[in-house]
């Protein structure tokens, strides 16, 4: 904390009439709201998008049953529990637009927050409780457990498997759910809507699918219990496509809140100022009018969620491994040197665009040029660390997806190839080409490093990570892509420059 934001006093419910004027504020009254969402994974992308979404609706009359309570799974939510009960669950969000104009808001959406280690059975109440109409969820691609080859809930999760034995001591996200909906169940109370928030591709269809195999292993084990067939008859689970920008909050955010706002705020959001939400209009019990500011309902959103994922998580994901091997720290950074632009832009036109379905209304080259603007937002300062963290949980999803597809027609995959070569670099020497280390952060890291360090004596050894590459290995077409862009990585002095412009 700086010695200036020591003497300010702290964002919260009273000194919220101290705001300068022109910061937009909740102008509803809080104390009349109820948690008709319970949002599981308050992360910083939940607080700059589905919160703020509601944060203007409750600004509507009519809509005071839809303020959200957080509920935190992981150890590491209970700093953020803190901080929000200090503040009364308000935070700073700061919209920095590409021109450099700034929005600053406070977002008053959320009501409540939970830590759920400590209280289980309070949480279990509050999925339970008939105010509860929807539970969503922002739990990372890795939250839901799907194994990457086999598309089953992995069952050997030690979470998911501890959490199968034992209904009645959840651990994970699916525990909770099915402890609070069998509750509901047996006391003949309706159905909540379970709606992930997360970038997979069908996130609604993959929940249902990995709930009902959970309840359905649990179900096994005890008499008379059918909670599976009841959830597929009464749960829906609508497919959505969300997206903003939500750098990682750094000191000078902070720093920027206690100077501008005049109040200390020691968590804001800081974010882009483009925000999309596609959803599918599928609620089991209600639904907020999200598309009064901004959302939008549609009866399928396949194609909107092809096209997100497939340009711009793996859009970022190129630049992220690319960029991280060059020694640059920052997606700005990287897509402002006219070799990355060229190379992201070949990547989406040559090996994405062909697979994806005509949108009406979208047209993909302005969406493609937009991406581009919106990584080139020199406001936005995203670290390269944050996008290629948790890797293995994204790229099977965002890019080995498309080399599959590519491969299935016989068409060339040669740029993606170079970027999965380059996932191997990174992983066995974990430091970028100046020999400056990498800050690495993925839960399969140990197992990354050690099949990357093989790559000397094997340069497909990588490729044996079956659970991400799933038969890769033995596809011809892209082992041979693969080891030209091993040799020309591992190869004396090699330049990532030089190897993407051969690549071209
Ligand atoms: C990013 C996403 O995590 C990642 O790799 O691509 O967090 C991305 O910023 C969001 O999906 C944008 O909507």
Redesign the pocket.
Known sequence: MTSDSLSKSTLNQVTLAELPSHIDRPTYDRSQLKAGIVHIGVGG?HRAHQAVYSNELLKTPGSEQWAICGIGLLENNRALRDILVKQDYLYSLVVRHPNGQIDNKVIGSMIDFIFAPDNKQTVIDKLAHSDTKIVSLTITEGGYNVHPTTGELDVENSAIAHDIANPNDPKTAFGYIAAALKVRKESGMKAFTIQSCD?IQHNGAVTRKMLLSFTALQDAQQQNSELSQWIAKHVHFPNAM?????PVTTKTDIDYVTQNYGLTDEWPITCESFSQWVIEDNFSDGRPNWDNVGAQFVSDVTPFEKMKIRL??AG??VLGLLGSIHGYATIDETVSDKDFAKYLRAFMDLEVTPLLDELDGIDLNQYKDTLIERFANPNIK?SLA??CSESSA?LPKFLIATIHENLAVNRDCSLAALVIATWCLYSDKQVNQAQQALDIQDAMQAELTTYAQQTSADTLAFLKLNSLFGDLMNQPAFTQLYSDAINALYAPASNIKNIMHNTL
């Open positions: 992308f970038n969300v997206d903003r920008i939500t711009l998580n970022h994901s995203d944050r996008i994204k």
